[in-house]
């Protein structure tokens, strides 16, 4: 059986909607300089709903904010960046970042529940147009004093970011030298290298973390620690 409200409870409950004020970052890659190095000046965001929300605001000034210690926005037209009255549950944003001739600098989409605050739409290095990348050298000098040592497999991953930006695996080359080349986002990065022996045993590694700014880097010197005995 299917029982009917009466017209009076079904408009009380609908102007008892609950709404929510979100505070929103939008958060780029930390490195000093940031908005200036990336040529961000600011961002447009579009915010869409489940009903009929859909509307759009401009973002700016790009700054550093030494108290929450990162660099984005945090400023809307009006005053702090606070999508309000939200009512409903899932929403999508849309932010883009420009310079300030206008020239588009990168762009995120990101879902998100109303009722969790604050809202963080982070940018990686990799999310940033014309982000500039440095050559590097990694120098694999274990190679040379390990005689069970056959590869490494190499993982180069920016600072904040999930996924490595470089994945590849280098034999031991004897007798010389071992090296491998990669190209990495200006900024830091972490390096991890396993080393393996010829019967696919993980048996070394290493662990650091680097921070390139310039067109050129110095090598990286990798000494991996013997993690198995017999």
């Not at 490195?31 to 915010?47: F, P, S, W």
């Not at 420009?98 to 940018?123: E, N, Y």
Request: hydrophobic share 40%; proline share 10%.
């Amino acid at each position: 059986m299917v029982k009917t409200l009466p017209l009076g409870l079904l408009l009380l409950a609908a102007g008892c909607a609950e709404e929510h004020d979100v505070t929103m970052y939008i958060v780029l890659p930390q490195i000093a300089g940031v908005c200036d190095y990336a040529d961000v000046a600011y961002a447009d965001v579009h915010v869409t709903g489940d009903g009929p929300e859909d509307f759009t605001f401009r973002a700016t000034p790009c700054m550093h904010d030494p108290t929450l210690m990162f660099d984005g926005f945090e400023r809307g037209p009006s005053g702090p960046l606070v999508l309000d009255r939200l009512l409903g549950d899932w929403y999508r944003v849309d932010v883009s970042l420009f310079s300030s001739a206008g020239s588009p600098r990168g762009q995120r989409h990101l879902p998100f529940l109303a009722s969790h605050s604050p809202l963080v739409v982070d940018f990686a290095r990799g999310d940033l147009v014309g982000w500039p990348a440095t050559p590097v050298t990694l120098d694999l000098t274990t190679c040379a004093v390990a005689a069970d040592l056959a590869n490494v497999r190499l993982r180069l991953t920016p600072e904040a970011q999930a996924y490595p930006s470089v994945d590849m695996t280098v034999p031991c080359a004897r007798p010389g030298p071992t090296t491998a080349q990669a190209t990495v986002p200006r900024g830091p990065f972490h390096v991890l290298a396993d080393g393996f022996g010829a019967d696919g045993t993980a048996c070394y590694r290493a662990d650091v973390s680097v921070t390139v700014l310039g067109p050129t880097a110095p090598a990286v010197e990798l000494r991996l620690e013997r993690l198995c005995f017999p």
